[in-house]
Structure formats: C-alpha cells, structure tokens
C-alpha cells in the first residue's frame, strides 16, 4: 500500500508565502511524475505544478513565477514553495505521484488526502 501525506497548508494573508511538503511511504519502487492540484469550492480539481522524475517542470499560467515546485528523491517527497499568494489562490490542495511497486509494474496514480490553503484578502 501506498499513502501520501501532505502538510504546509494554512492561513495567510495576501502576499504571504507557504511551503506545502508531501511525502510518499509504503512498497514503492521508484516514483515517477509528481504533481499538486488544487480545487476550490464549486470547481474543477486543477493542475498547478507537476515535476518528473528528471526534474522537468510545468505550471499552470497563474502561478507561474509565483509558485516553485521541488522534489526530493531519496525522501520521496515533493514541495510546493507559493509566494505572492492571492485569495484566488484558496482551495484544498492535493499531492499526486506515479509510482511504480515493482520493476515489473506499470506506474499508478496515487493521491494524498488534501490540505486547505487559504489566502486572506
């Protein structure tokens, strides 16, 4: 079994910053793409960063040059560093990762639980 856990989220005000940290643990045998989404009330869960296992980036257009994804292989685990933050930038984010359980096996979507992010205006 696999589980990923996500910490970071929180209240801050507009401008403020928060580093959103999410660790993978279990039978894994390595780990491919991982990525945060977000979904506010009444919305679509959204893309905003993904990294892959050769540390290519991508983001979603509003939040590039604010937000920075990070990862770290060894721990298994990937950060989101949000500067700048907006009220539209509220929402429950989630952390996804691809793993792979065995050298034989495919890579499956894995997703953690979910911390609330909210930016007062």
């Known amino acids: 079994q696999v589980q990923l856990v996500e910490s970071g989220g929180g209240l801050v005000q507009a401008g403020g910053s928060l580093r959103l940290s999410c660790v993978a643990s279990?039978?894994?045998?390595?780990?491919?793409?991982m990525g945060w989404y977000r979904q506010a009330p009444g919305k679509q869960r959204e893309l905003v960063a993904a990294?892959?296992?050769?540390?290519?980036?991508n983001y979603a257009d509003s939040v590039k040059g604010r937000f920075t994804i990070s990862r770290d292989t060894a721990k298994n685990a990937v950060y989101l560093q949000m500067n700048s933050l907006k009220p539209e930038d509220t929402a429950v984010y989630y952390c996804?990762?691809?793993?792979?359980?065995?050298?034989?096996?495919?890579?499956?979507?894995?997703w953690g639980q979910g911390t609330q992010v909210t930016v007062s205006s």
């Open positions: 990294i892959t296992s050769g540390g290519s980036t």
């Open positions: 279990g039978s894994i045998f390595s780990i491919g793409r």
């Open positions: 996804n990762a691809a793993v792979q359980l065995s050298y034989t096996s495919s890579y499956y979507p894995y």
